[in-house]
């Protein structure tokens, strides 16, 4: 991106990769430009207020690289082969005028041999990122990389190129699909489209390269995973506006690029800023495992649900000898519990699956390609791949519970647990994704809940109440100032972020606090391996130094990804928008029809919870409202309000229709910029969620379906 400005006003696209309940779009005067950094303040640093590494920094890393396996350079290797034509354009511009996708920002990474802020193993992996063309993975089969976070791969077919995996952006798919037409593609139509699973970065780019009409039509077929379409949805919206918000951390959104600052996303380089789109599947692949031809290319496709996705699926091509493994085998350790907030993956599961590939297709596999990274070449290279990552995933869930069953609890097993020395040594077995560290804490998460089992934290206060008392008993904030100073003068920043932490949560306007809370998250976040922890630590420093960003906000993801929502995934939504607070007393009983469709729902009122069940119909509601589905959709996407449907006779209603307007006072619009850490809000931001702590005073502005 040339610009973070037009990086942040892009969000909405790059957002409707992993949100659907609203992705964030932040105003011009809240960050930073990229090509403004040539003023003095950013010379040498993202943030005029940031500090260099300090000699302990320096030293851990020193030492963290001593004990890394450099001298096994095979991804380099591999990353490397197969290159065809390099892209020549650093950036890709996007339709509504911003730049969608910018490699020009990771340029930095190639000027020297190290840098003394980024861990040594994180800089290997973003230097292996930054291959930015097209490749040949076998005769037949071509890869562009490094256009987005996700690869994108093209099979040739009996009649055209069956695409895997079409990217986040439709800008960057195009780009993509000219590079490959202009070396490889001769000419030839796509013939299919793969959807290896339900993450965003795997779909939301085919609009760039096939047009809505030759789906329908029957001559481009969509295949997915059964499922595809309610857990692509399903398991981002209930709690978007939180994801949305805490992806801010773990992808390091407001972060510029530099040392400093953002370096990359260890899967790929960042998630491009153009225009998402979903096309719906035509064609589902139902069994554990189903065998057919995909343009005349027999292809057999391996069923792996609730791995590194709710659905995705591994896919065999046995006249190549070419296992994709879709993301279930990245050159990564990948998340068990992911710090955007998702439900936590089950590792063992995600094991067996990846030793059923091995066993079925793997012992014959002579390449292993996926959507993430480059290819393994060699039947041995693919084997040792696969078992080490099977072994990866069963050791980390095996041994992670053999702890907790002697009493390690969730708030210790990230300092206990180690993988296995082998594992440690293996470059593709290192936490670019997921760490060990939250991984582990995920899979106690997963067996156990957040508990630890002492009485004492089973309903605990919250900092904004037990950290005064603290601050009292340590002797006050100065006395906690000139010790967490000390701290982290002395480099043990752990220890210094848990009291100035405190004095932070119990004077979230004490400005003296922030600043040395922002310096010691910096030192961690320098330290870190893993990505999306470098991110979250230097996030919170940007936060804590210039606060929330203020500016325009976007409630909706693109129309596509809202018409795929269910009628039923919509009204639970509801029911999560409603403030029960306001619904004290409320009683009604409301059936919807959908005649296009023919759905049939009751939504009841009743204990100020909002439910609603399909397929029934209450004998005697108080109102029936009758609207099309794909009329509903207006409503549901914002673009007109049900009480203007209902005025023009869109929508029809028999009964008493101010249930409509009751239901709307009691709903509230999520606000996507609330306060992660405290005191960097704005004052609105911090009064509404001072409200939030005071049910008797909650009284935010209510944005209901009836009126958006």
């Known amino acids: 991106m040339s610009t973070r400005r037009a990086f942040i006003k892009a969000l909405p696209g790059a957002g409707a990769a992993f949100s659907l309940a609203g992705s964030v ?33 320096r030293d851990v890393l020193r030492r963290a690289g001593a004990t890394l396996p450099f001298a096994d350079d095979r991804d380099f290797a591999e990353q490397r082969k197969g290159l065809i034509a390099p892209m020549t354009a650093m950036t890709i511009p996007a339709d509504a005028g911003h730049l969608a996708w910018d490699m020009e920002q990771f340029r930095f990474l190639d000027e020297q041999d190290a840098f003394d802020s980024i861990h040594p193993s994180l800089v290997r992996i973003s230097r292996l990122n930054n291959n930015y063309g097209l490749y040949e993975v076998i005769p037949g089969i071509y890869q562009v990389r490094g256009f987005d976070l996700s690869d994108l791969t093209f099979v040739r077919g009996r009649t055209g190129w069956i695409v895997f995996d079409p990217l986040v952006s439709q800008e ?73 918000r805490r992806l801010f951390y773990q992808y390091g959104l407001l972060l510029p690029s530099g040392p400093h600052g953002y ?106 390609f996926a959507s993430h990274h480059w290819p393994r070449w060699g039947n041995a290279r693919v084997q040792e791949v696969l078992r080490a990552q099977r072994d990866l995933y069963a050791h980390m869930n095996n041994q992670v519970l053999h702890l907790a069953n002697q009493g390690v609890t969730i708030n210790e ?49 919250p900092a904004s109440e037990s950290a005064p008392l603290y601050v009292e008993m340590m002797g006050g904030s100065q006395a906690i100032l000139a010790r967490g100073r000390r701290l982290h003068d002395e480099g043990k920043y752990r220890l210094a972020q848990e009291i100035v932490n405190t004095l932070v ?65 919509f009204l639970n939504f509801l029911g999560i928008r409603m403030d029960s607070r306001r619904a004290e007393g409320l009683r009604f009983t409301i059936n919807l029809v959908t005649p296009d469709n023919g759905e049939r729902f009751v939504i009841e009122m009743e204990n100020a919870t909002l439910t609603n069940i399909a397929g029934f119909q209450a004998e005697t509601p108080d109102l029936t409202l009758t609207i099309a589905r794909a009329d509903l959709e207006q409503t549901m996407t914002g673009a007109r309000t049900l009480e203007a449907q209902i005025a023009d006779g869109t929508a029809t209603v028999q009964g008493d229709v101010g249930i409509l307007a009751q239901l709307a006072t009691t709903m509230v619009a999520f606000d996507p910029r609330f306060e992660i850490m405290p005191g960097t809000g704005s004052a609105a931001t911090r009064d509404r969620g001072r409200a939030l702590r005071q049910a008797d005073a909650y009284r935010a502005e209510p944005r209901a379906m009836i009126a958006e």
């Open 263 to 368: 370096v990359g996303q260890g899967l790929g380089q960042r998630v491009s800023a153009g225009a998402s789109g979903l096309i719906a599947p035509t064609r589902h692949v139902a069994q554990a495992i189903e065998e057919f031809e995909v343009d005349g290319v027999r292809m057999i496709f391996q069923n792996t649900p609730d791995t590194e996705a709710p659905r995705e699926m591994n896919t065999y091509l046995p006249d190549a000898k070419a296992l994709w493994m879709a993301e279930n085998v990245v050159a990564s350790l990948h998340n068990i519990y992911t710090l955007r907030g998702a439900p936590v993956r089950d590792p063992l599961n995600w094991s067996k699956y990846i030793n059923e590939a091995l066993y079925r297709f793997g012992r014959e596999a002579e390449v292993m």
């Open 413 to 461: 097993i990230h300092t206990v647990y180690e993988l296995p020395k082998s594992l440690q040594q293996t470059w593709h077995c290192r936490g670019y994704h997921g760490s060990p560290e939250h991984n582990s804490r995920g899979v106690i998460q997963r067996y156990l809940g957040f508990w630890d089992c002492n009485p004492a934290t089973l309903i605990p206060l």
């Open 172 to 244: 960057t798919a195009r780009a993509a699909w000219a590079l490959f037409q202009e070396h490889v593609g001769e000419g030839r139509p796509v013939s299919a489209v793969i959807y290896s699973h339900t993450h965003g970065d795997h779909w939301g780019g085919v609009r760039g390269l096939v047009a809505e009409e030759d789906v329908r039509s029957g001559r481009v077929p969509v295949i997915a995973p059964a499922g595809f379409l309610a857990h692509t949805v399903a398991e981002n919206v209930y709690a978007g506006n939180a994801m949305n």
């Open 505 to 569: 949560q119990a004077e979230p306007q004490n400005r003296e606090a922030k600043a040395l809370l922002a310096d010691i998250f910096e030192q961690i976040g320098y330290q870190q391996e893993n990505p999306g922890l470098r991110n979250s630590f230097l996030s919170g420093a940007y936060e804590l130094r210039s606060g929330i960003p203020e500016g325009e906000t976007a409630r909706s993801s693109s129309p596509d990804v809202v018409r795929a929502m269910t009628t039923e995934l």
């Open 25 to 57: 779009v932040w105003g011009e005067s809240a960050t930073w430009a990229r090509d403004e950094r040539t003023s003095p303040a950013f010379t040498d640093h993202v943030h005029p207020q940031g500090k260099p590494a300090s000699a302990f920094t």
